[in-house]
């Protein structure tokens, strides 16, 4: 399968995103917010949900960034222990001032990560790797799976 791709202009596209992005595992220590770049960064370990269901399961390692970042703010995640895993959900976005609004990254167990835009502007890119994972994601689990 091809290298993924993804641009997000507006809520619609964000929520495409959304999609391929459920269940992606990610460390603490890869995520960055870049406040001089305005610019809010993370390597994942997404879940390939293109591959059908008689597939082996299988993760590929994402990255992903919003541009014209003004503030980011993180609920529920130890940011010192750069080592932890979390499950990503989910990314909501709700517009305050159209275009400007908050994504939020929604996390297993509670964490959450807001990132205030002044426009969605957010670029998924698959960076290469594949490898099997142990099973497919099931949802009602709240554990992740180890990377």
């Known amino acids: 399968m091809d290298l ?18 459920q269940d992606a595992i990610v460390r603490v220590g890869d995520i960055a917010y870049l406040p001089k770049e305005r610019c ?5 370990r997404r879940f390939d949900w293109e591959a059908g269901p008689d597939q082996p399961p299988q993760r590929r390692l994402t990255g992903m960034h919003f541009q014209q970042v003004k503030a980011v703010r993180v609920r529920g995640i ?5 080592d932890a895993v979390l499950n990503l959900l989910a990314i909501s976005f709700e517009e305050k001032d159209p275009p400007s609004g908050t994504a939020t990254l929604i996390f297993a167990e509670g964490g959450a990560i807001q990132v205030d835009v002044d426009c969605i502007e957010m670029q998924m890119k ?7 994972a142990e ?3 099931a949802h009602g689990e709240t554990s992740a799976e180890p990377i």
């Open 40 to 44: 809010f960064a993370i390597v994942a």
């Open 78 to 82: 130890d940011q010192t222990n750069r």
């Open 4 to 21: 993924l791709k993804l641009v997000a202009l507006d809520r619609d596209d964000l929520t495409v995103i959304s999609m391929h992005l």
């Open 135 to 137: 099973s497919r994601p």
């Open 126 to 132: 698959d960076l290469g790797p594949v490898w099997a």
